[in-house]
T-cell receptor
Framework: DAGVIQSPRHEVTEMGQEVTLRCKPI?????LFWYRQTMMRGLELLIY????????DSGMPEDRFSAKMPNASFSTLKIQPSEPRDSAVYFC??????????FGPGTRLTVL | AQSVTQLDSHVSVSEGTPVLLRCNYS??????LFWYVQHPNKGLQLLLK??????LVKGINGFEAEFKKSETSFHLTKPSAHMSDAAEYFC??????????FGTGTSLTVIP
């Protein structure tokens, strides 16, 4: 099993640009989570999906952030326009019936 | 309401000595409890989980944790620290919902 796959692993962009982060969950898992990790705020849940449907997006910072899950094997997190304060490591995790979340390696985003 | 308190933000031990990372939780029902480890610039890896079976849970790399309901604790231990154990450790609680509630993390330093 390849585990949760995230791309890109590193992203450097300039303020105002659109950023798209991608995630492929573990096959057969029906829940997907997006987290953000910073030194100041630790790990924050941004949004999660069950069976491709967004269940709780209360952690999404503002309208500049959006997430989609068009099918069971793919999700995107988009930031438009990006700002320097969005610089962080973004993790995707997927969860199957056992209750354990399995994390991807993360995307390190730097907004200049 | 669910919450997790990791009692130490930093722990330093000498190589070969025991490790104790403390975690207390708050939960209304029977929780699932997890410990994850995060090595520098890496994703979160599951160490072990408790889901109402045996109260002493064995995980990977020689770690174990004991669920004590009367003390609402789930402390992580290892008999003998190795240099490769240096990392950030997160205690997590989950109830009926899909969500994970993370502690703020404990940074473990292993002194040669």
């Amino acid at each position: 099993d390849a585990g949760v796959i995230q791309s890109p692993r590193h992203e450097v962009t300039e303020m105002g640009q659109e950023v798209t982060l991608r995630c492929k969950p573990i096959s057969g898992h029906n829940s997907l989570f997006w987290y953000r990790q910073t030194m100041m705020r630790g790990l924050e849940l941004l949004i999660y999906f069950n069976n491709n449907v967004p269940i709780d997006d209360s952690g999404m910072p503002e309208d500049r952030f959006s997430a989609k899950m068009p099918n069971a094997s793919f999700s995107t997190l988009k930031i438009q326009p990006s700002e320097p304060r969005d610089s962080a490591v973004y993790f995707c995790a997927s969860r199957g019936v056992g209750g354990t979340q399995y994390f991807g390696p993360g995307t390190r985003l730097t907004v200049l | 309401a669910q919450s997790v308190t990791q009692l130490d933000s930093h722990v330093s031990v000498s190589e070969g000595t025991p490790v104790l990372l403390r975690c207390n939780y708050s939960s209304s029902y029977s929780p699932s409890l997890f410990w994850y480890v995060q090595h520098p610039n890496k994703g979160l890896q599951l160490l072990l989980k408790y889901t109402s079976a045996a109260t002493l849970v064995k995980g990977i790399n020689g770690f174990e944790a004991e669920f004590k309901k009367s003390e609402t604790s789930f402390h992580l231990t290892k008999p003998s620290a190795h240099m490769s154990d240096a990392a950030e450790y997160f205690c997590v609680v989950s109830e009926w919902s899909d969500q994970f509630y993370f502690g703020t993390g404990t940074s473990l330093t292993v002194i040669p």
